[in-house]
C-alpha cells in the first residue's frame, strides 16, 4: 500500500490514495499505521477518494490515530490539495474544491504560494456541537469535571470544539482538563478541546487536545473554533486576519461575519513517500 507522509504546522497524516475503489484499512489497521514506534506514526490517516459532489475534483475521509473516524480536519484538508496539486488532479494555479466528510471546501492559492481552504460556518447552537444540558447558544459554559469547575466556550467545524481561554498558555494544565472534559457526559461524541492565550486582537496562542490522538503540534478546525468563539465574544476583531501560532508552526484564520465563514491559510509539506507492508 503506498502512502505520502504529509504534515501541516507539524500536524502530521499519511495519506492513501484509493481513488481506484480500494477499500479504506479498517479501524485497527488505521491504529497500527499511526503508531509511532510500530507503524508509520501520524495524529491522522487520510484517504484520497472520488469526489462525492458534482464539480469536486476529489473527497477524502479521516481516520484519528486510535483508529476512531473524524468529520473535519483543516490541517489535512490543505494537504489533501496540496496532495492533489502535486498529483496533477487538481490546477497548479487555479481554484477547486475538496470534500470532507462534513461537507464541500472550495480550495484557494494565496500570494505566497500556500493553500487557503474555506472551513465553512461555525454553528454555536448546542444541539449541532452537540453538547448536552443547554438549549440555547451562549458565549460561555460551564460544567464540573474531574472535580473542578471549567468554563469554556463551545462551537461546531463539523466536528466538536471546546475553547478555554487561558492567561499564559504554558501554565494550562492541558491533558488533564482536555481528557476530563472529552470524557464528561456534556460532550456524547467526545470533544476537541482548544485552550487560547489572547495576545492581541489579531494575535493568538494555542494549544489542542484532540480527541482520539491526544495533544497535537497543530489543529486547523481548532484553530478555527478559537477565533470563532473568541471573536464572537468581542475579544479579536472581525473580519481580519488573525495570526494563530500553535506548538507546531502560525496559522492565518478569517472570520468572514458577513458571509459568516472561517477561511484558514497555513503550510504543508511533504515529508516521504513509502509502502506500507500488511
Partial sequence: MRFSKMHGAGNDFVVLDLRDGRPAPKPDAC???ADRH???GCDQLLTVEKPRSAGSTASYRIWNADGSLAQQCGNGARCIAAWLVRDGAAPMLGD?????????HPVQRDGQGGIVIDMGAPRFAPGEVPLFGWHEARDEYMVYAEGGATRFGAVSMGNPHAVIEVAALGRATVEAIGGALQRNAAFPESVNVGFAEVVARDHIRLRVFERGVGETLACGSGACAAVAVLTKRGQLDADCEIAVDLPGGTLRIRYDQDSDRIVMGGPTAFVFEGEWQQ
Fill in 96 to 104: 477547486f474544491s475538496i470534500d470532507s466528510p462534513a461537507g464541500t
Fill in 38 to 40: 510500530r507503524g508509520i
Fill in 31 to 33: 491504529a497500527r499505521i
